[in-house]
Every structure is written in C-alpha cells, then in structure tokens.
C-alpha cells in the first residue's frame, strides 16, 4: 500500500492517519496539521523523508508568477526543498490546469453567473489561474492583495496591475514570515474605516481558497456568493454558520473524501506516474477526464427573507394606450384620433422609465419572496417594429442598467419588445443583469388555456389522453407556434401547420417526426384551407391586427387561441362568429396571499402575462440565467418550465378572452350556438 | 467487592500489556505497580539498553521511537506485540513549559498518532490508556467535565496545545478495545520518598525560595501575580501510578470512552501553598497578590519561574471527579495535608 504523508501547513487541528480507499486503490494518508510552523513542517519531512511514497503539502503560499518573474516565499522555498528523497507536490499543478477549465466549463453552462460580475479577491497573486478566467469573462475584478498581503488600504483592478503591484512588493514579501496573524480582518467592523475593504465587501462574488478563508472571520460572508476551490467539513460548517448564500466549488467531487485535497490528488497522481517522473499538464487532463471533475455550485442558505427582485419590460399595446397618460386627459376625446399618430410618434422618443412594481409574490415550494420591478417603454407594437432594432435595444439596455442597480437579477421582455431584431440574443449579451424573453412559459399557458377551454365545450372526443380531432396553429414556425405544435402533436390525432413560408414549414414537420414519428401532420400557408375542418386553433403571428384568418369559415364549436399581442382575431370579428369560442391565451396568477399589482397592465386583477410569470418563476427559483431566448424556443424548457410553474404556484387564471374572463355561462353560450350550428349543417 | 477485584485480578495476571513512555517519571512507578499483575509488561524504549527494570522479571524492552512512522523498528517484535497485548498505556509525551511547538508537536501529536496506528492493528485488544493532562482544560472557564473534551482556540504554552490535539486525535481514533483517557493533574515528588526527578510546578517556587530565602526574610511583603484562591491541582507520583493501576485492574472492557481526572482529594489553593511554603523555610514574608503585569512577570523570571507557570497561578478551573471517585474512591485518601510535609521535608 502506497503511503501518502500529507503535511496541512495552514491548519491546525485537522491529524489523521487512515487507509483510504480512492476509485478502487488504497492508500495510507498521514496528515499532520502544522500551524503554520516552518520549522515543525520542515522537521516532519526531514524525519519521512525516504519512509513514505509522496509527500503533499497544502496551504503552502504558491508560486506568483508574474511578467518577467515569479515570486516563492522563502520559506514556501525552504519546505519545498526539504525532502531528499521522496517527492514533493503542493496542488498547484491541479490548480493551475484544472481551474481554468473548471471556471470556463462552469461558464459555458451558466454564462450570467461568472460574467459582467463585480468579483472580489481576497488575494489574487495566490490565486491568479482563477483572476486569468475571470478577467476574461468581461468581469469588473476588485483585488484586495494590497490589504490582504501588507494591510495597506486600496485594492487593484486588473492582472497588470497586479503584476507590478507583485514585483514592486516582492522584496517586502520576502522577510515577511508566513504566521497566521498576518492574515488581516475582513469584518464589517473595518468597513468603514476602510475604503479598500468597503470596496472589497461590496462585491457580488468573493474568490478565495480554503486554506486562506479557514482563518479569516466570516461574518462578512454573509448572503454572498464565493468561488472557492475546495471546501473541506469543517470550512463547511463555518460557511454555513456565517450565512454564506452558495459557493461555487471547483472541486465538489472531492466532498466525498473528506480526507483528500488538491496536494493529495496531485499525490496520488504523481504516485501513478512512479519514481522518477514528475507531474505535467497532461497527466491532470488525463484525471480530470478519468475522474470526470467539474465544478458545482453549492446552496449554503436559502434566503427565503429576502425578497428577490426580478424586472420586465412593457409598452403601450397601441396608441390608445397613451392617450390613457395624465399628459393628456385634458385632451377633448373627439379630437384624440387626430392626434393619435403624432402622440404615437411623439412618444416614441421619450426614454425608458420605471413603471410600478408588482410585490406580494410568495412562492408556494420554497416560500421565497419575489417582488417585480416593471420599467416601460413607449413605443407601441408599430413603432417597435418601425424603428432600428439598435435603437430598441439601447432602449431597453439602458432598463437593465436601472433594474440591476436596483437590485434585479433578471429582466424580462414583455409582448413585442422580445420580438425586435434577434429576441433578445443582443439585449442579454450587453446586459448587466441576465434577459428572458418569456416565451417558454406563454407557450406552456397557451396549451394549459386551449386544453381546457376545449374540454369545457366537449366536442372533441378524448381517448387515452388524446383528443381525436385536429388542431391547427397558425404561425407555426414562430417561436411560440413551434413548440406549440411539438407538444400538441403528442395530445392531437392530426395536426395543421400554417405559417407564411413553406419551406419553414417543411423544416417544422421533420422536427416533430423525430419528436413524434407517429403524428399525422399536414402543412399549408393558407389557413382558411383547413380552419373549416380544425377543432382548436391557435394564432400566434406578429400580423400586428391583420387578418391571418377568416373566422366566418370556421368550424362551428371551435376553439381559437389568439396568442398575438395585438390579436389575429379582433374582437368585431369574434362577436360575429358566437358559436365560436375566441380566447386570449397566456394570462396566469402568481401565487402570493397578498399580491399586489400597483401599475395596469391591461389585465384585470392580478393576472399577469405569461412572459412576466416566466420571469418571476425563474426568480422564485434563483434561477438567474437568460431561460428563454431567440425565436426558438427549446421544448424541454417549455417541459421545465411547466414543471416549475406547477411547483411554485403559477396557475392559469382564468380563461381571458377578449373581454376578459369567459365565464361558465359564455361556455354554455358558445356550446349552445355550436350545437345549434352544426344541427343546420345536418 | 473484594471477591469481585482478586476475579478480575486473576484474569489480568494472564494478560500482557504495551507502554510507551515507561522510562519516563510516571512510567517507572507505574511499571512497578503493574508488573506483578501482567504476564509481560512491553515497555518502548530508544534505548534497548535500559537497565532500570532488570529486577523485574516479566518486563521486555523493546527498541521503538514513537516519533517514526513504525514505532517499533523490529518486524517480529512488533508482531508479537500486535499479537499479545491487551492492555496500551500511551504515556510518552514531551512534558515540557518552555518546549518548542516543533518539539511538543512531535512527540505529542506525532507521536500519539504513530501509537495508534500500531493500537488500530491489535486485534485482541481490551483497552487502550491514554495518559492526558488536566492541561487540555480552558483556564478561561470554571469547570473541566470528564467526559467532555471543551473546544480551545488559545492556549498559553505549546505543552497544553499539542496534549490537548493529541487528546482529540485519541477520541476520535476507532480501535478493537475500550479508550480510557487519564487526565493526571500536576505530577508532584513521592509521597512517601519526596523523590523527584525534575523541577516542575510547585517545585519552582520551592527552589526560588531555597536561594532567597535570606533576603527574603528581611522583606515584610512582596506583591506577585497570582490569584490567592486559584488551587493547584496537584498528585503525587506513587498516586498517580496506583490509581491508573487499580483502574486497569477494574476494567471490564466496556466499550464506552472514559475519562479519569486524577488530583489528590484535597489540594492547596496557591496562599495556603505560599504560606507552607513559607512556615517551611520560616519566612514571614506576606504574598501580596497583583494582576498578570509584565512588572511581576518580570519579578517571577528573576525568581526563575517560567512565564508559562503564570496562566496555571490565575486558573478559575475546578475539576469534575465524580466518575473517578465512583470507580476509585481511595483517591479520596490522597490528601495534601498528608503528604506536605514529605514534599517539603525533602527540599529543605
């Protein structure tokens, strides 16, 4: 059995020596904690050296590089060299290749949580494979070296900074003795006092290690979040104690074996590699791929107290709506038409505001507080689409600044501000704060609505959980038709596609066969070819009010879902058809006893839009990542999102048509007539 | 009762048992308590040559340093030990004030691992005796619990630091048989004898007093940091061995961890020693007793007592005995007022 004798220079009460057994080998571990003490660690090594296999030493100050240079403590020095015999690793190795990946890995998956952040380093030169990434991801990076290293009171801000910070202080550094009450206070206390540490405090993530955050009072950790490259059991009691909110860990695997660190891994590998060989970058790649590592993002408290605040912008659904502002109610309604177009153009110029907000909002999982704050633009539909999408998204981005100052940390795209120019791809790249558009929950509420609005009037027969009868979407290649159509064409004997461009259309059919290679799917550009045989419709087009349909050849007792904002199906054009039931999809309630809507929406009560719940779920969640982008909406969010709102409460309403709510007496209405129809058909 | 020691005596006169530290102090009084009990006694010893058991019969030396990783340097040697042992007394530590941490830490924590690895291999094993200090207690509390190991973060010489991690790494290292932990107060001379091999606690005050007692005499009062009603935990040595020997002799096994404070039944506050200490070398000197200042820190390094004595003259602590007066009530019998007489006697 090989014997590892692990030396914890920066710990004090951590002793063991054990067999432990690691994927499939065993091995004997002697750890000493050694306080700090060089002569003890010196004296341990000096005694094994040449009885054990490998010799691992952590919390040992690594190697600075910088430009031109590198600094070792002498001291570091004096322990490294110590042994004679067996070899000596310290970590840094691992640390080095497998942190960088670990962070861009970790990135990749989670782009707004390690992007355009305000990232505080307790010391940065000890941590510099992490400051490389971080930089490089837009970060605004808030390095306490000079305060952690020397207690002089500012900070630096980027690695060039930290370069010459490192070679002006090496000398200094150098008859520094490495003792633990070098370490300086980073309590609330000193914030005052200092500015540096103010600085440093006020950061959305701290980056530190456990060897030098073990030693340090963590009361200052309270509600963040910390980046950290392994959190040993009783770091984390002491996290969890201090209210940390959750620590990204680059080394979770290693939670399991409480007794190995990064030095004993490095260990381990270099006892693979046998006398004589010394660990390179390839023989960490070749474990980080065995052992299958990355990092993981741990939840230390749930902050169900504090209220998480979510944003989403709105804007006017057509100029009527802004002649409904104060500006103008001393404006004579009969000459409002006249001015109708100008205040509409007028308008369009004005910036961006904050609205209202929405708060009362109580998740029923987690019971997580959320509160939304609701910014507008003035633009309506029209003039959206009129105007260059830059313009609209300087717009906009210039609310996500507003609503990240505020504290959000997600911003929603209400109606047809998800529509501009790539739907929101841009607006969440230049964001501060993550972007959603919405779109996964309104297509979920779309098919909650439409499922049971045609189960109420019963014309469709059901058989094991499918309807046999054949529903039609009409804007199907949209980003809500297309998922739409993928989730019907599981619940709907036939299933008709209608958007303007065939070959769209084409690509949408080959989509659902490999979802569903048993649907029957038929495809047109025309919808008045097939709305005479359809028994739910949905519409879901940016005609902006035009006709997409001719709802007098409909089927009598059909169902049709208007998703557009503004409707496909004007409410004229649904009075004529009464055995015909139009509805307005995609309006939910939050879950909240005492919610409370202080703006209008355009809805009644506390019904709000789909898109708007989307945003306040992923709140309700901590879940703060651009869920839903561009015009594809991906059909396992709309899955998940489903799952969701079933979860924290997000309900549908109640079904909206275009005056509201239908109530049971409209159903009964409508069924009557359809029967009534469809008899004189006979 | 009675009938109930000879039975249990009778079983352990088959029994062999391992000890570390035996040349030591406490060791040697403790070897002599328990070799008519034990078949064979293993003592570790760095040197083999070790003369001071040759009178005894069923005591085997064997070569082993408890600071390398295989403690007994000897395969079959160890093999037989790990084999035959029923009992283990880790006793051996670097009792030290004014030691380094480097020093303590090997001897203490090192060593103390490097014994329980050897402890984790021995298969018939029925108990393991842990020689600890009262030194693990929080000098900053009233009370030290004993089956309570309170948790520190400061201590005041590096002796209390690495006994007190050491203590730890024992209670949380799982082995065949039962750990019983002894937690010796001040180890003082011979109650019967005085003898004493080293200068320790009391003993500097004794021997301060035995070079200025002359000008002492002449001085009416001194002040000196020291808290009056701080008591001074104190047992002989002859005590101290006995009492773990009766305790080895009555133990069944049970795999529960216990905990044993040995301190003689009534022991001196530091005025009622000053005072015996004074009426010893006829001085009439008063004490005057002051706050921890570095004038009187000062006072004290003239006189030659360590620094590190101080903490231990301002103590709040107060010993739990009760399962140790339970399962040893002859402690009760070891008073100082017995012994004082003895322990200054052979200093003067």
Request: with cysteine; hydrophobic share 40%; charged share 25%.
């Amino acid at each position: 059995m090989k014997h590892i004798l692990s030396l914890a220079f920066a710990q004090d009460q951590y002793n063991f020596d054990e067999e432990i057994e690691f994927f499939g080998e065993t091995y004997r571990i002697t750890q000493y904690s050694t306080n700090f003490d060089v002569e003890l660690t010196e004296n341990i090594i000096k005694k094994y050296d040449g009885l054990c296999d490998v010799i691992c030493i952590s919390g040992l100050p690594h190697k600075i590089k910088f430009k031109k240079g590198f600094f070792l403590h002498p001291d570091a020095y004096r322990i490294k060299v110590a042994a004679k015999f067996t070899p000596t690793v310290d970590g840094q190795i691992i640390k080095d290749v497998y942190i960088p990946y670990a962070l861009r890995l970790f990135y990749l998956k989670n782009k707004n949580f390690l992007s355009k952040r305000k990232i505080g380093f307790y010391s940065a030169a000890l941590q510099k494979s992490f400051v490389e990434v971080l930089e490089d991801l837009e970060n605004d990076l808030v390095m306490a070296d000079p305060y952690f290293l020397t207690k002089m009171p500012f900070n630096l801000h980027s690695s060039k900074g930290l370069d010459q910070y490192l070679k002006a202080l090496s000398p200094v550094l150098k008859r520094m003795k490495i003792k633990k009450s070098n370490v300086p206070s980073f309590s609330e206390d000193n914030r005052k006092m200092n500015r540096a540490l103010d600085e440093f405090l006020s950061c959305d993530i701290l980056v530190g290690n456990e060897a030098n955050i073990t030693f340090l009072n963590l009361s200052h950790l309270k509600g963040k979040t910390l980046i950290i490259d392994i959190v040993s059991e009783g770091l984390e009691e002491k996290l969890k104690n201090a209210g940390l909110k959750e620590a990204l860990i680059c080394l979770p695997q290693l939670s399991s074996y409480t007794k190995i660190n990064y030095s004993i891994l490095e260990g381990i590998v270099q006892l693979k590699k046998g006398a004589g060989g010394l660990v390179s970058d390839d023989d960490i790649i070749k474990l980080v791929n065995d052992l299958k590592l990355e990092p993981q993002i741990k939840t230390f408290n749930e902050d169900n107290d504090k209220v998480a605040t979510f944003s989403f912008v709105i804007h006017p659904l057509s100029s009527r709506f802004l002649l409904m502002h104060p500006f103008f109610k001393h404006i004579n309604k009969k000459f409002t038409s006249i001015f109708e177009s100008s205040i509409e153009e007028v308008m369009s110029f004005s910036p961006g505001f904050y609205y209202g907000k929405i708060d009362g909002i109580i998740s029923e999982k987690n019971g997580k507080k959320v509160e939304g704050l609701i910014y507008a633009v003035t633009e309506t539909p029209k003039k959206l689409m009129e105007k260059e999408a830059d313009v609209i998204y300087k717009k906009i981005l210039k609310l996500c600044d507003k609503a990240h100052l505020a504290g959000s940390k997600i911003m929603g795209l209400g109606a047809y501000t998800k529509i501009v120019g790539d739907a929101g791809v841009t607006i969440d790249r230049l964001s501060p704060i993550p972007v959603t558009t919405g779109n996964s929950l309104s297509s979920a509420s779309t098919l909650w609505a439409a499922k049971l609005a045609v189960e109420k009037l019963g014309f469709v027969k059901k058989v094991d959980n499918k309807f046999l009868g054949s529903v039609m979407i009409v804007g199907a290649t949209g980003s809500i038709g297309a998922v739409s159509a993928k989730i019907l064409s599981l619940t709907w004997r036939e299933i008709i596609l209608v958007a303007p461009r065939a070959y769209k259309l084409i690509e949408l059919k080959e989509d659902i066969l490999k979802i569903n290679p048993l649907a029957n799917i038929i495809i047109s550009t025309d919808a008045d070819a097939h709305s005479f045989e359809s028994d739910l419709i949905i519409t879901t087009t940016s005609g902006q009010g035009k006709t997409v349909l001719d709802i007098m050849k409909v089927k009598p007792g059909c169902v049709i879902c208007d998703v557009s904002r503004p409707f496909d199906i004007s409410e004229k054009e649904a009075i004529r058809r009464p055995d015909v039931l139009v509805i307005a999809s995609g309006e939910v309630q939050l879950p909240g006893k005492d919610l409370n809507i202080n703006i209008d929406l355009g809805l009644e009560g506390n019904i709000v839009y789909a898109c708007l719940a989307e945003t306040a779920l992923l709140a309700m969640e901590g879940k703060f990542e651009s869920f839903t982008l561009s015009r594809n909406i991906n059909y396992e969010k709309v899955i998940e999102i489903d799952k969701l709102a079933q979860e924290h409460g997000v309900r549908l309403s109640h079904i909206m048509g275009h005056n509201g709510f239908i109530s049971d007496e409209e159903f009964s209405l409508c069924q009557e007539h359809a029967i009534k129809k469809l008899n004189e058909k006979k | 009762m009675e009938s109930f020691h000879f039975f249990v005596k009778g079983l352990i006169g088959l029994m062999n048992i391992f000890i570390t530290g035996a040349t030591g102090f406490l060791g040697q009084y403790l070897i002599r308590e328990l070799s008519p009990n034990f078949e064979t006694i293993y003592i570790l010893s760095r040197n083999s040559q070790f003369t001071g058991f040759n009178d005894l019969p069923n005591v085997k030396i064997v070569k082993g340093d408890i600071t390398q990783l295989e403690i007994i340097e000897d395969i079959m040697m160890r093999d037989l030990i790990l084999e035959e042992s029923d009992f283990v007394i880790h006793a051996a530590a670097l009792y030290d004030l004014k030691a380094s941490h480097s020093d303590c830490y090997l001897q203490n924590i090192v060593g103390t691992q490097n014994t329980l690895r050897l402890v984790k291999k021995m298969k018939k094993l029925k108990a393991l005796y842990y020689i600890s200090t009262i030194a693990v207690g929080d000098d900053q509390s009233f009370f030290l619990e004993e089956d309570h190991l309170p948790v520190r973060k400061k201590f005041n010489d590096f002796y209390s630091e690495t006994k007190y991690f050491a203590e730890k790494i024992v209670r949380e290292t799982q082995h065949n048989g039962a750990t019983r932990i002894i937690r010796p107060g001040i180890i003082i001379g011979d109650s019967k004898t005085g003898k004493m091999d080293k200068i320790d606690g009391p003993y500097y005050f004794i021997e301060a007093m035995k070079k200025y007692s002359t000008f002492l005499k002449s001085i009416p009062f001194i002040p000196l940091s020291f808290n009056p009603r701080t008591k001074i935990p104190i047992i002989p040595v002859d005590h101290c061995a006995r009492y773990i020997s009766l305790l080895i002799g009555r133990d069944l096994g049970v795999p529960e961890l216990k905990t044993y404070h040995l301190i003689s039944n009534e022991v001196p506050t530091v005025k009622q020693f000053l005072d015996d200490l004074n009426e010893a070398f006829s001085i009439k000197t008063q004490y005057i007793p002051v706050f921890k200042n570095p004038v009187h820190n000062s006072v004290l390094k003239l006189l030659g007592i360590p620094k590190e004595l101080v903490p231990f003259m301002f103590s709040k602590l107060s010993y739990d005995k009760t399962r140790t007066i339970e399962e040893l009530p002859e402690m009760q019998e070891s008073t100082y007022s017995a012994f004082k007489g003895i322990l200054f006697l052979k200093t003067l």
